[in-house]
């Protein structure tokens, strides 16, 4: 199994920006499709983006295309997701997982600790 350790939520205005990051260790990095969940208050976690093993092959959910940008460094066994014009709505607690399914793993094999991010109006 993979240990993740998220970091980069925050507080941001209506239409800013934040970076998610998420490290992974125990298991070759590169052997897992990886990704992101969300759950808001009060709703079932939902899926966000997920990349697959190789770099470059991507999945988004409908909500976030155009807007939130998925990406790994290899070298630094580390996920990323950018999130550009953030909307209230998008406030959630952001999980990262990794998984050896592709694009949208039913029951991830592990998932990060959870980081909050909160987007004002």
């Known amino acids: 199994q993979v240990q993740l350790v998220e970091s980069?939520?925050?507080?941001?205005?209506?239409?800013?920006?934040?970076r998610l990051s998420c490290e992974a260790s125990g298991r070759t990095f590169s052997a897992y499709a990886m990704g992101w969940f969300r759950?808001?208050?009060?709703k079932e976690r939902e899926f966000v983006a997920?990349?697959?093993?190789?770099?470059?092959?991507?999945?988004?959910a409908d909500s976030v295309k155009g807007r939130f940008t998925?990406?790994?460094?290899?070298?630094?066994n580390t996920l990323y997701l950018q999130m550009n014009s953030l909307k209230p709505e998008?406030?959630?607690v952001?999980?990262?997982?990794?998984?050896?399914?592709?694009?949208?793993?039913?029951?991830?094999e592990s998932w990060g600790q959870?980081?909050?991010?909160?987007?004002?109006?």
């Open 94 to 108: 952001y999980y990262c997982y990794a998984d050896h399914k592709f694009p949208i793993p039913k029951s991830p």
């Open 8 to 18: 980069g939520g925050g507080l941001v205005q209506d239409g800013g920006s934040l």
């Open 39 to 42: 759950q808001a208050p009060g």
């Open 90 to 92: 998008d406030t959630a």
């Open 70 to 76: 998925i990406s790994r460094d290899y070298a630094k």
């Open 50 to 60: 997920a990349s697959a093993w190789s770099a470059g092959t991507t999945h988004y």
């Open 114 to 121: 959870g980081t909050q991010v909160t987007v004002s109006s």
